[in-house]
């Protein structure tokens, strides 16, 4: 529980300028088969990543060794497709924590945050600064305040919405269970009430 608290995150990013980013690209559906969440990060964008013999396409950017971070910078509409929550499993197994793009599939992103990845939706203006910033500076940081709901690098900034009680789950480390043991001192205290 406790370390999957997420309150402030300091990180340089991955970029992926690609709209319309569906679940099957994130992670192809011949790799559903498992049973648990590990695993799933080797096989992360694997037609994009991998030759079919295996071997590491040299110009996908996860084979890029410039680019690197917690922080995936994707294009517009990420997510969409089927509803497979093995996408969120195959991001957080690699060891994404956070995904910026200008709009998110409301399934993938429901899943992301379920599995402690915070999706961030900024403006398409915003999402072009940050890609151009990447290219520029591969090693520039991206800093996502949580509390503050605010993405910021170099001399710009951005505020993004979440679901408050997501936002609550999130920065102290709970699913949804955790989030209501918590609460259990307040529920036994409610039911003395009645």
């Given at each position: 529980m406790s370390d999957k608290k997420f309150v402030k995150l300091v990180s340089t990013a991955v970029p992926l300028p690609i709209e319309n980013i569906d679940t099957d690209q994130?992670?192809?559906?011949?790799f559903l088969k498992a049973?648990?969440?590990?695993?799933?990060?080797?096989n992360l964008f694997a037609d994009w990543r991998k030759n079919a013999d295996g071997t590491p396409k040299e110009d996908f950017v996860l084979n890029n060794n410039t680019y690197s971070g917690q922080i995936l910078v994707a294009g517009k509409n990420f997510g969409c497709g089927s509803s497979?929550?093995?996408?969120?499993?195959?991001?957080?197994d690699y060891g994404f924590k956070?995904?910026?793009?200008?709009?998110f599939a409301d399934i993938f992103k429901n899943n992301a945050l379920n599995n402690f990845i915070l999706?961030?939706?900024?403006?398409?203006?915003?999402?072009?600064?940050?890609?151009?910033?990447i290219n520029s500076n591969h090693a520039i940081n991206l800093t996502i305040?949580?509390?503050?709901?605010?993405?910021?690098?170099?001399?710009?900034s951005e505020n993004f919405d979440i679901n408050p009680y997501k936002k609550t789950c999130l920065i102290n480390g709970f699913d949804d269970i955790d989030y209501l043991l918590n609460l259990k001192s307040d529920i036994l205290q409610f039911e003395k009430s009645i």
């Open positions: 994130i992670i192809p559906a011949r049973t648990t969440r590990e695993g799933f990060g080797n497979r929550e093995h996408a969120a499993w195959a991001l957080a956070v995904v910026v793009s200008s709009f999706p961030i939706q900024v403006s398409d203006s915003f999402l072009n600064k940050i890609f151009e910033a305040d949580l509390e503050n709901q605010k993405i910021i690098f170099d001399t710009f």
